[in-house]
DNA sequence: ACTCGGATGGTCT
DNA sequence: GACCATCCGAGTA
């Protein structure tokens, strides 16, 4: 094992200009939590790619300004966590500079680290695809909330550990799910979600 | 295995 | 007032 290994990422990862290939390079890395005095980690398994101000499926869609897209236009680097149905809150990552709104929606982990805490959080016995299979059950076994919004992935809060680039061939690229009718292509079916070939706890399939 | 409907609240038109 | 980057439980099989 390198020495790199899991050692925090800094703040240029997240700051490249090619979302898509960042959202790519944080497949097999290590997502990690200190909240509330738990420590919970697991390895990234799919993500998704967001690239306002052109892909209508983004909030910040032509470069909209709303309390809510604040967070897109800091630097790359932060966390953007928002409530959808009234009830998940779904993890994003922030890249790129400033000014130019790039995000990375982390949809699902594989448990790792403070499986029991994660267990307690989901109200689960055992562990199970839908423990962190799906973007609403990742923020809530790594216990993330609206609180955390803004937050720098430098902090001792949530952060990602580094690990060895995972191979290509590993990846399955295909088109986001869950996105609205509005949203026109190419944008609509462009293949921006990565996951990780066989692994049990990507989300489900649309 | 699957399909379906309900919960739930902030954001935007 | 419509729309969600979702999940779960109930029903059917």
């Given amino acids: 094992m390198i020495d790199s290994h899991w050692k925090k990422l800094p703040l240029e990862f997240y700051q490249r200009e090619d979302v898509t290939q960042i959202a790519q390079d944080l497949l097999g890395k290590k997502l990690c939590t200190n909240i509330h005095g738990a ?16 892909d209508a499926a983004s909030h910040a869609y032509l470069n909209r300004k709303t309390k809510r897209t604040m967070p897109f236009y800091q630097s790359g680097g932060i966390a953007y966590v928002y409530l959808i149905y009234g009830v998940y809150k779904l993890f ?27 267990l307690y959080r989901r109200n689960l016995n055992k562990i199970q695809r839908n423990l962190t299979g799906g973007p609403g059950l990742t923020s809530m076994a790594l216990g993330i909330d609206m609180t955390h919004n803004g937050i720098s992935m430098t902090s001792d809060v949530i952060w990602i550990g580094d690990a060895p680039k995972v191979d290509e061939h590993e990846v399955i690229a295909s088109p986001r799910v869950g996105l609205g009718k509005n949203v026109i292509e190419p944008y609509y079916s462009i293949p921006w979600r990565f996951r990780l070939k066989n692994n049990p706890f990507t989300s489900p399939a649309k």
């Avoid at 420590?39 to 967001?50: D, H, L, R, S």
């Avoid at 130019?100 to 499986?115: F, K, N, Q, T, Y």
């Fill in 39 to 54: 420590f919970t980690a697991g390895k990234i398994v799919e993500t998704e790619a967001y690239h306002a101000p052109e």
């Fill in 92 to 118: 994003n990552i922030i890249t790129h500079i400033e000014g130019v709104p790039h995000a990375v929606l982390i949809r699902a982990i594989e448990p790792i680290d403070g499986i029991d805490i994660m």
